[in-house]
């Protein structure tokens, strides 16, 4: 018997069991499809979980428990003596408009809780993937019951998104047994869909993911005409100012040999050109990888806003709300040997124990807290499609998860003209489509010359896109994404979007007027 570090044997014959236990995948194809044709947003994945529910129920012996922390719920196989391992799928999806052109891809719209605006929903992180997985692996594990000993909990979180879903569930009391009676875990594991060919894994021992909090900062100013700026307190020149002093924690007070991130992703003031307004609003993210550093860079962030609106003498002291917060993620070093060793048993040259560190953040540390966990990641590309883009050195444009590759695909799918206020907001996004391949949409300020252009466009062809003929573009992260509404005119409806910076964009075809 070979013992690992701990004192612990290693896993037995994985492949072997995986071999005579493997559910027929195929079968689980329409159940993938099924999530992602029908994704929901954050706090509101009611329809999901019910699936998911169905699903465990008609696995043999699985308690199922449901609305923990919200929509979560658990599946628990109990198998005799042994130690307990939770299993975690996140089930959450993005106010993202898809363009993949897939038969199955998602037409959904909801309306976001979190602001009361509907938006278009996709499935763009992998949960559809990630639910699909687990459900899989626990048909696998109830099949080969006579492989095992112990207790698996099979746990689908919601709100991982916005990073508030596992603790969730942990505050309703998950784990208490006066309440949901979860068994505490010796052990908690999780996975992600990455970029990466199918087949491919990879972890690493220790910090595998950073901390991640995000905050709404409001700095107050008093407002005015335009005319008389010295009788205002000007919250746009503040606010410039706090951006370009905030990227002075990372240059100048972050130790070269560490590593933080300050990342100001929104900037928001005024509505017309002429009015000085009494507030201005920036939405700011910060990364590190370790406590130490996420602290060190929220008071810095803290002094530099209050020094900054000092300096302008605003009325009054700046708003600084947390918005979201996501723990380190580590992998516990015993946990992540044995997983390394099963894995690399099992996929051979294809798992990987050295993955590089990413600064993507994951709520999942929150399921265990005083637990040690194992996180790791798995591809979800096509090998052959990912050979054929590397043999062209076209990866960054080719594979999914790159802007490049999204405007691609923007832009090929889509034939469209903007009718935007301010055309010169959009041309970086623009240039950015032509250089991926693509062909970027018209943009004009002319109203006929849209109408002219969208004529050109086929009554089946509106009819058949619907919604999704017309989009604004954003750029988040690198990552083109979309935020649309719709308006009406009169009898006749026209598609616009509304912007970070307060302009409207209406795509005009045959017979819509500008709204």
Known sequence: MVLNASGKPYPPDISRIIARSRPDIASYEPLYRKFHSNPELSLQEEATAAVIADHLRSLKDVDVRTNIGGHGLVGIIWNGNGETVLLRADMDA???QEQTGLSYASTKRMVDVADDVERPVMHACGHDMHITSLLAAGDLLVSCRDSWNGTVVLLFQPNEERGAGAQAMVDDGLYDEGKHA???????LGSHVMPMKAG?????SGVFGSTAISYKVTLFGRGGHGSRPHTTIDPVVLAASTVMKLQTIVSRETNPQETAVV???ASQ?????????EEAKLLVNTRAFSADGRDKVRAAMERIINAECQAAGSPRPPLIEETSSFPLLYNDENVTEIVSHAMGEHFGSKFSPTAPISMGSEDFGNLA??????????????PQKWDEAEKRGKLAEEIPGSGASLARKFASVYPIVLLARNPDNYTPIMDEINHAGGTAPEITTDLTEAQS???AFEQKEAQSLGRALVTAVYNVGGQFVTTPFLKSSGEESTTGYETSDGCQLCIVHQNTNFA
């Not at 003031?269 to 307004?277: F, K, L, P």
């Not at 807290?369 to 096509?382: E, K």
């Open 200 to 204: 491919y894994v990879n972890t690493r």
């Open 94 to 96: 993005l106010p993202v």
């Open 182 to 188: 979860i068994p505490k875990p010796d052990v908690v």
């Open 453 to 455: 252009v969208s004529a």
């Open 369 to 382: 807290i005083s637990t040690p966990s194992c996180f790791w990641n798995y591809g979800g590309i096509d």
């Open 263 to 265: 990342t100001v992703g």
């Open 269 to 277: 003031a005024g509505t017309v050109e002429n009015v000085i307004s």
